[in-house]
């Protein structure tokens, strides 16, 4: 009986060892191995690591504190009890608050025990589409990508259009008519001085 004991004590102490140990890893990154030392060293410890965490994370300390006043906080009832601090009028308070939504509930899920499933067929088919579908959707990014590309040669044409031809037409215009205005100044000048004499 009494080497149980031990052996039940020693497997305790190995698995808060291996729970400690896991709890300094994911807060500090590092990874202590076990040593082989007594059982009185190691819970010793243990211990002292134990309370070095709960002084280091101030959160710790008072989760534990919180546990050992009030230990049925971090215990969940069974389901078919209600909760203890409520009295029975409160529970009934809260059934009755949430009676006008039980009609609706019941009719949503008989609407959704009604519905039919799907024919497995058109799932199937559906799932047999999906190649075709990525081929498609691949044909699509190499044609927009093809648009981008004939969008930005047209701006190009189309500049080059503007630049060349139309502004050197309106320059050529606009050479055509300073010459005629400098010619109209000369025929003027020429009838106004054989109108003098």
């Known amino acids: 009986m009494e080497s149980t004991l031990d052996d039940t004590t020693l497997s305790t102490i190995s698995l808060l060892e291996g729970r400690l140990l896991r709890v300094e890893h994911l807060l500090y990154g590092g ?3 076990q040593s082989t030392t007594s059982a009185i060293r190691n819970l010793q410890d243990l211990e002292h690591r134990f309370a070095k965490l709960l002084q280091h994370i101030r959160v710790y300390g008072e989760l534990l504190k919180l546990y050992k006043s009030n ?3 971090f215990q969940s009832p069974p389901a078919s009890q209600p909760p203890p601090e409520l009295s029975l ?3 009934r ?3 009755l608050s949430a009676a006008s939504s039980y009609p609706a509930t ?4 008989t609407a959704i025990s009604d519905t039919p499933v799907p024919d497995p067929a058109h799932s199937a088919g ?3 589409l999906l190649p075709r579908m990525k081929g498609i959707e691949a044909t699509q990014l190499a044609q ?3 648009i981008a590309e004939l969008r930005t040669r047209s701006e190009v044409a189309v500049r080059q259009w503007y630049e060349h031809d139309v502004m050197g037409y309106s320059d050529f215009v606009a050479g055509v008519e ?3 205005e400098r010619v109209e100044r000369a025929v003027r000048r020429v009838e106004k001085t054989r109108d003098e004499i």
Do not use: K, M, N
């Open 71 to 73: 230990p049925t906080l």
């Open 144 to 146: 927009a990508t093809e």
């Open 93 to 95: 308070a809260i059934v």
């Open 106 to 109: 019941a009719s949503a899920l």
């Open 178 to 180: 300073s010459r005629i």
């Open 126 to 128: 559906l799932a047999a």
């Open 89 to 91: 009028e409160a529970l």
């Open 31 to 33: 990874s202590i191995t």
